[in-house]
C-alpha cells in the first residue's frame, strides 16, 4: 500500500469520527415521498437494433471461468417478445402470487404461491436478457392449473406486518440445469383476467464472474403497499415490519427486477461480459461471495441494508472489488431480517427511530435508524461516495457533466459542460464535504436542481479506495433505466446522449473487469476546483 492510499484511508476515517463527534444523535432527515416508478424497460432509440455495435473497451479474459461463453451463447438464442405485459401497471390484478425465496440455484426447487378469482391459470418462466433486442427468452411452462382459494392474509397488530404464510403452495418449480443464471420472471396468466409478474433470481454462487449484479429486493418490499401497509404508510401508521410472504402491489414496472437492474444486465449481457446475478438477500446471508468478484453492480434505488450486507460490500471493496451504484439514496436505511414460517430472511424490520427500536441500548449497530444516525452512525457516504439529500415526486434536472476529459468519458464525444438532459430525477445524491467523504473524490457531474424549493445540486462522482478499488456513484433515479446495448460510434454525439450515457457505463464495466481501477486510473480530486466546499 502506498504512502498516498493510506493517508487517503487515515483522512476518511478521521472524517468519521470527527462528523460523530458534530453530530452525537445523528442528522435528521426529512421522509421520503415514495418516488414515481422509473422506466422499466430501456428507452427506444431510433432504429438502435438494426445498428452496428460499437467496438467496446479492451476486454478482459475471464477469471477462472467460462461463465462468459454460456451468458453470450445463452443471448444468441431466439427471444420470446411475448414476455411483455402491456397492462402492467393497471389495478387490480386478475391474478398475483409470491414466491417462497427471492432467489435459487439450479437444481433447486422454489414454490410459488398464488391467488386469483379465474377457475384456472397457467405460469411460464422468462429468462431476462438482450436476445437480439427481444429482452428475454422462455424457459418453462406449467400445464394448466386449477385455482386452489386462498384464506385471507392476516395483519400482525403490534408492527402492522401484511403476512400471507397461511396460503397453501400452489405449485412447486424445479430449477433445471439448463437455466443460466440470471435475472427471471415468473408470468402469471389467468384463464380470464389480466397477468402479472413474480420475480426471481437464478444464482451461481460457485462461479467468480467478472460482474455480478445485485437485484434489490428490500427497497422494493419497503414500498410495496399490498395488503395496505408498507414501511412508509397505511391505515393507522406505516409497519415497522414487513413480510415478503406477500404479492406486490407496484406493478410489472418495479416487480423487483425491471424497475432496479434490467437495463445494466441487458447491456451487460449485450456487451458479451462475464455476468452473473444475485440478490440483496443473498448478499445478507452469504456476504463473503461479495469478494468473489471484480465489479458489484448495484441498481437504481438500492436503500435499505442490513449489517451484515454493507460490511459485506465495504469488505470487497476493501479487497480491491470495484463497485457501481446506478441511482441514488444508496445505504440509506438499516434493517434487520427476521424469518417466517417459509423460511429465513422473510421480514424485514425498520423502525425508522431508534427510541422505538427494542434493541436500542442492547445492540447499537443492528438499531434500525437511518444508516448516519446515532447510535452506531456509518454515514453512506463513506462507502457511496456522494451524500443523500433530497427527493420531490416528478423533480427533474439535466445531468451536466463537469469532467469530460475524465477516463469513463474516453470515445463518448462528451465535453465538459455538456447536458444529458432530465437524467436527474425524484431523488439525488450530492458530494457534501461536511459528512465524511473520501478526500481523493473526483465530481463527473454536478447539475443544478430545485428540490422542495431548495437550490442544490445532484452529483455524479467516483473514488479509488486504499484497496485499488474504484467506486463509481451516478447519483439519481434517472441513470440506470436508460442503459441498454451500446450504440454505433456515429452515434455518439450530443443530439444522441443516451448513446454517450451507455459508452460511459460501458467503458467503467469492462475496465472493471481488469481488476482494482487505481492501478490505472486513480480518482483525481476536483472539489475545490468546482468550488464544492
Same mark, same amino acid.
Given at each position: 500500500?502506498? &504512502?498516498?492510499?493510506?493517508?487517503?484511508?487515515?483522512?476518511?476515517l478521521?472524517?468519521v !469520527?470527527?462528523?460523530?463527534?458534530?453530530?452525537?444523535?445523528?442528522?435528521?432527515?426529512?421522509?421520503?415521498?415514495?418516488p414515481?416508478?422509473?422506466? &422499466?424497460?430501456?428507452?427506444?432509440?431510433?432504429?438502435?437494433?438494426?445498428?452496428?455495435?460499437?467496438?467496446? !473497451?479492451? &476486454?478482459?479474459?475471464?477469471?477462472?471461468?467460462?461463465?462468459?461463453?454460456?451468458?453470450?451463447?445463452?443471448?444468441?438464442?431466439?427471444?420470446?417478445?411475448?414476455?411483455?405485459?402491456?397492462?402492467?401497471?393497471?389495478?387490480?390484478?386478475?391474478?398475483?402470487?409470491?414466491?417462497?425465496?427471492?432467489?435459487?440455484?439450479?437444481?433447486?426447487?422454489?414454490?410459488?404461491?398464488?391467488?386469483?378469482?379465474?377457475?384456472?391459470?397457467?405460469?411460464?418462466?422468462y429468462?431476462?436478457?438482450?436476445?437480439?433486442?427481444?429482452?428475454?427468452?422462455q424457459?418453462?411452462? $406449467?400445464?394448466?392449473?386449477?385455482?386452489t382459494?386462498?384464506?385471507?392474509?392476516?395483519?400482525?397488530?403490534?408492527?402492522?406486518?401484511?403476512?400471507?404464510?397461511?396460503?397453501?403452495?400452489?405449485?412447486?418449480?424445479?430449477?433445471?440445469?439448463?437455466?443460466?443464471?440470471?435475472?427471471?420472471?415468473?408470468?402469471?396468466?389467468? $384463464?380470464?383476467?389480466?397477468?402479472?409478474?413474480?420475480?426471481?433470481?437464478?444464482?451461481?454462487?460457485?462461479?467468480?464472474?467478472?460482474?455480478?449484479?445485485?437485484?434489490?429486493?428490500?427497497?422494493?418490499?419497503?414500498?410495496?403497499?399490498?395488503?395496505?401497509?408498507?414501511?412508509?404508510?397505511?391505515?393507522?401508521?406505516?409497519?415497522?415490519?414487513?413480510?415478503?410472504?406477500?404479492?406486490?402491489?407496484?406493478?410489472?414496472?418495479?416487480?423487483g427486477?425491471?424497475?432496479?437492474?434490467?437495463?445494466?444486465?441487458?447491456?451487460?449481457?449485450?456487451?458479451?461480459?462475464?455476468? $452473473?446475478?444475485?440478490?440483496?438477500?443473498d448478499?445478507?446471508?452469504?456476504?463473503?461471495?461479495?469478494?468473489?468478484?471484480r465489479?458489484?453492480?448495484?441498481?437504481?434505488?438500492?436503500?435499505?441494508?442490513?449489517?451484515?450486507?454493507?460490511?459485506g460490500?465495504?469488505a470487497?471493496?476493501?479487497?480491491?472489488?470495484?463497485?457501481?451504484?446506478?441511482?441514488?439514496?444508496?445505504?440509506?436505511?438499516?434493517?434487520?431480517?427476521?424469518?417466517?414460517?417459509?423460511?429465513?430472511?422473510r421480514?424485514? !424490520?425498520?423502525?425508522?427511530?431508534?427510541?422505538?427500536?427494542?434493541?436500542?441500548?442492547?445492540?447499537?449497530?443492528?438499531?434500525?435508524?437511518s444508516?448516519?444516525?446515532?447510535?452506531?452512525?456509518?454515514?453512506?457516504?463513506?462507502?457511496?461516495?456522494?451524500?443523500?439529500?433530497?427527493?420531490?415526486?416528478?423533480?427533474?434536472?439535466?445531468?451536466?457533466?463537469?469532467?469530460?476529459?475524465?477516463?469513463?468519458?474516453?470515445?463518448?464525444n462528451?465535453?465538459?459542460?455538456?447536458?444529458?438532459p432530465?437524467v436527474?430525477?425524484?431523488?439525488?445524491?450530492?458530494?457534501t464535504?461536511?459528512?465524511?467523504?473520501?478526500?481523493?473524490?473526483?465530481?463527473?457531474?454536478?447539475?443544478?436542481?430545485?428540490?422542495?424549493?431548495?437550490?442544490?445540486?445532484?452529483?455524479?462522482?467516483?473514488?479509488?479506495?486504499? $484497496?485499488?478499488?474504484?467506486?463509481?456513484?451516478?447519483?439519481?433515479?434517472?441513470?440506470?433505466?436508460?442503459?441498454?446495448?451500446?450504440?454505433?460510434?456515429?452515434?455518439?454525439?450530443?443530439?444522441?446522449?443516451?448513446?454517450?450515457?451507455?459508452?460511459?457505463?460501458?467503458?467503467?464495466?469492462?475496465?472493471?473487469?481488469?481488476?482494482?481501477?487505481?492501478?490505472?486510473?486513480p480518482s483525481?480530486?476536483?472539489?475545490?476546483?468546482?468550488?464544492i466546499?
Amino acid at each position: 500500500m502506498t &504512502a498516498t492510499v493510506m493517508a487517503v484511508g487515515l483522512v476518511l476515517l478521521g472524517a468519521v !469520527v470527527a462528523w460523530q463527534a458534530q453530530h452525537p444523535d445523528g442528522v435528521e432527515e426529512q421522509e421520503q415521498a415514495v418516488p414515481e416508478t422509473p422506466a &422499466a424497460v430501456a428507452i427506444e432509440m431510433g432504429d438502435d437494433e438494426g445498428q452496428e455495435a460499437a467496438a467496446p !473497451v479492451e &476486454a478482459a479474459a475471464p477469471v477462472a471461468s467460462d461463465g462468459g461463453a454460456r451468458v453470450r451463447e445463452e443471448n444468441a438464442l431466439p427471444g420470446s417478445p411475448e414476455w411483455r405485459i402491456d397492462d402492467g401497471d393497471a389495478r387490480p390484478r386478475g391474478i398475483e402470487g409470491f414466491t417462497d425465496r427471492v432467489s435459487g440455484q439450479a437444481g433447486e426447487a422454489v414454490r410459488l404461491f398464488v391467488r386469483t378469482a379465474a377457475p384456472g391459470y397457467q405460469v411460464t418462466a422468462y429468462r431476462l436478457g438482450h436476445y437480439g433486442g427481444a429482452g428475454a427468452r422462455q424457459v418453462w411452462q $406449467s400445464p394448466p392449473v386449477t385455482t386452489t382459494p386462498q384464506p385471507d392474509c392476516t395483519v400482525e397488530p403490534a408492527t402492522r406486518m401484511v403476512d400471507c404464510s397461511n396460503w397453501a403452495p400452489s405449485l412447486t418449480v424445479d430449477v433445471g440445469a439448463d437455466w443460466v443464471g440470471g435475472q427471471y420472471l415468473f408470468k402469471l396468466v389467468p $384463464s380470464s383476467g389480466s397477468a402479472s409478474f413474480v420475480p426471481y433470481v437464478v444464482r451461481d454462487d460457485d462461479r467468480h464472474s467478472d460482474v455480478l449484479v445485485v437485484s434489490d429486493a428490500t427497497t422494493l418490499q419497503a414500498y410495496n403497499e399490498w395488503g395496505g401497509h408498507s414501511l412508509y404508510g397505511g391505515e393507522g401508521g406505516r409497519s415497522s415490519v414487513v413480510s415478503f410472504d406477500r404479492p406486490m402491489d407496484t406493478g410489472w414496472a418495479m416487480s423487483g427486477i425491471l424497475g432496479d437492474s434490467y437495463n445494466v444486465g441487458v447491456m451487460a449481457e449485450s456487451m458479451g461480459l462475464d455476468v $452473473s446475478y444475485t440478490t440483496n438477500i443473498d448478499q445478507h446471508g452469504r456476504p463473503e461471495l461479495m469478494r468473489n468478484h471484480r465489479v458489484i453492480v448495484s441498481g437504481v434505488h438500492d436503500e435499505y441494508y442490513t449489517l451484515e450486507m454493507r460490511n459485506g460490500l465495504e469488505a470487497a471493496r476493501d479487497g480491491g472489488t470495484n463497485i457501481v451504484f446506478l441511482g441514488a439514496n444508496a445505504v440509506y436505511r438499516r434493517i434487520r431480517l427476521e424469518p417466517s414460517p417459509l423460511g429465513p430472511f422473510r421480514r424485514q !424490520v425498520n423502525h425508522r427511530s431508534a427510541g422505538d427500536d427494542p434493541l436500542n441500548g442492547v445492540d447499537p449497530e443492528r438499531v434500525t435508524a437511518s444508516w448516519r444516525d446515532a447510535p452506531a452512525s456509518r454515514p453512506e457516504s463513506t462507502l457511496t461516495g456522494t451524500y443523500y439529500e433530497c427527493n420531490e415526486g416528478g423533480m427533474r434536472a439535466d445531468m451536466v457533466i463537469v469532467d469530460g476529459s475524465a477516463w469513463m468519458f474516453e470515445g463518448t464525444n462528451v465535453t465538459s459542460g455538456q447536458r444529458w438532459p432530465e437524467v436527474v430525477r425524484e431523488e439525488y445524491d450530492r458530494v457534501t464535504p461536511s459528512a465524511p467523504t473520501p478526500p481523493n473524490i473526483q465530481v463527473l457531474a454536478h447539475s443544478p436542481i430545485v428540490c422542495r424549493g431548495w437550490e442544490s445540486f445532484s452529483d455524479m462522482a467516483y473514488y479509488t479506495a486504499p $484497496s485499488g478499488a474504484g467506486v463509481l456513484n451516478t447519483g439519481t433515479l434517472g441513470f440506470e433505466p436508460r442503459l441498454g446495448p451500446l450504440c454505433a460510434p456515429a452515434d455518439l454525439t450530443p443530439e444522441r446522449w443516451e448513446c454517450q450515457l451507455r459508452q460511459m457505463i460501458g467503458n467503467v464495466l469492462t475496465d472493471f473487469t481488469k481488476g482494482p481501477a487505481a492501478t490505472r486510473h486513480p480518482s483525481v480530486p476536483n472539489l475545490d476546483t468546482l468550488g464544492i466546499h
